[in-house]
């Protein structure tokens, strides 16, 4: 059953893409930051958006989910173009875990993951049952139940990104969206937040991650999608996407990617094999 069987209304197109951008073009401050982006989302895959500093992945990622209004192009959500859903609608079709989470002093875990139950609670409405057992399960998938009581500034960084994940899933949107969710976290926390995001797939969730970490896009994207000077330069598996040719292109490094005999892949760079930049791609914003 496709994930927004329960609540599609008849505008949406059950066989089209959870999200269709095209042809994306963002301008900030004067400035064009993306220009020609394209992404395609189906159920049940991760999508990691790459790129160098600047290229402008948060950019893309937070013009899909409508935080930002493109100048130009098509966003489309299960058919339907973005500019044709109410927020509350838009809410109900993905998640967005930010980069950096708000910490307000005497937030319980609790608290802060009910919170994402606000696309589905009336104005000034209050939870029902079933909006506390979402709240439940999803603290459960996040692994996060055991300190729900506890509050959001005790937590560690790595507790601290499952909890907003939590908030996510309590949503129960059809895609998760997460920008740089393993930017300040150390080895342990990022492999268990990896961990927990493939995972996810595996529920029929789609999941999109913003990501600096290539070696970690490689382990677990299905797609991954290079983003450089503003404009989307490849999409495909990691396979086919991390080449040498293109590593060096776009990261200016020595680099390859290589498929283990367990199945699982590795990028491997000559960090004192870096090239000098050259002019082939323009990191705009």
């Known amino acids: 059953m496709s994930p927004l069987a329960h609540r599609t209304p008849p505008a949406f197109d059950a066989s089209a893409p959870l999200l269709e951008a095209r042809d994306v073009t963002v301008s900030l401050g004067g400035r064009q930051i993306l220009h020609g982006a394209d992404m395609t989302v189906e159920a049940g895959s991760l999508v990691a958006i790459v790129g160098p500093n600047g290229a402008g992945k948060s950019t893309f990622a937070r013009t899909v989910s409508g935080l930002l209004k493109p100048d ?5 959500w299960s058919g339907v173009e973005i500019g044709a859903l109410r927020g509350r609608t838009l809410a109900q079709l993905r998640a967005f875990v930010p980069q950096r989470a708000r910490v307000p002093d005497g937030v319980s875990v ?11 609670v009336k104005p000034l409405g209050r939870l029902l049952r079933s909006d506390h057992d979402a709240v439940d399960r999803a603290m459960a998938r996040a692994g996060v139940e055991q300190f729900a009581d506890r509050a959001l500034t005790t937590l560690s ?11 996510g899933l309590a949503q129960e949107a059809p895609v998760l969206m997460a920008d740089e969710p393993t930017s300040h976290l150390d080895l342990g926390a990022t492999a268990t937040l990896a961990k927990l995001l493939r995972g996810l797939t595996a529920d029929g969730l789609a999941v999109v991650l913003v990501v600096h970490d ?26 086919e996407v991390f ?9 200016h490094v020595d680099a390859a990617l290589e498929q ?14 870096m090239s000098e930049p050259d002019s082939g791609f323009h990191t705009d914003a």
Not at 243 to 251: G, I, K, M, Y
């Open 72 to 76: 130009s192009g098509s966003v489309r």
């Open 157 to 167: 960084g790595g507790e601290l990104q499952r909890v907003q994940i939590a908030v």
């Open 214 to 239: 290539l070696s970690l896009a490689a382990a677990v994207a299905d797609t991954v999608v290079v983003i450089a000077g503003g404009r989307s330069v490849a999409s495909g598996p990691p396979s």
């Open 243 to 251: 080449v040498r040719e293109r590593l060096h292109e776009v990261w």
């Open 260 to 273: 283990r005999t367990d199945g699982h892949t590795a990028l491997h760079v000559a960090w004192l094999g």
């Open 110 to 120: 609790r608290e802060a993951v009910r919170i994402g139950r606000s696309p589905h």
